[in-house]
Nanobody, 123 residues
Framework: QTQLVESGGGLVQPGGSLRLSCAAS????????IGWFRQAPGKEREGVSCIDRSGSNTNYASSVKGRFTISRDNAKKTVYLQMNSLKPEDTGVYYC????????????????WGQGTQVTVSS
């Protein structure tokens, strides 16, 4: 069964850090680009970051550039999102999803969505 499972979310104070994980099962992660997306209450889903199958190309939303780092360990079948200097506007449910081909920003180009992990940044 093809599955992506996110973990690592939680409640953190502004300026804090979290590392999200996206664990793949039921398919060969090496073949896929992985994207991270988030959705805040009342807002549309937005792209946060993506990483291509080799890990050599990464993209970031302008709002997270310099604070978030995406990486992958194909041997462990896991993609990570290191989030530093978190802000209240980073609050939302974070999802990972996969696609063939290069990184693109549109969430509709991705499939096999995980169930999401909640990130709350608040004092």
């Amino acid at each position: 069964q093809t599955q992506l499972v996110e973990s690592g979310g939680g409640l953190v104070q502004p300026g804090g850090s979290l590392r999200l994980s996206c664990a793949a099962s039921g398919f060969t992660l090496d073949y896929f680009t992985i994207g991270w997306f988030r959705q805040a209450p009342g807002k549309e889903r937005e792209g946060v970051s993506c990483i291509d199958r080799s890990g050599s190309n990464t993209n970031y939303a302008s709002s997270v550039k310099g604070r978030f780092t995406i990486s992958r360990d194909n041997a462990k079948k896991t993609v990570y999102l290191q989030m530093n200097s978190l802000k209240p506007e980073d609050t939302g449910v974070y999802y990972c999803a996969r696609r063939f081909g290069p990184c693109v920003g549109s969430w509709s180009e991705y499939g096999s969505w995980g169930q999401g992990t909640q990130v709350t940044v608040s004092s």
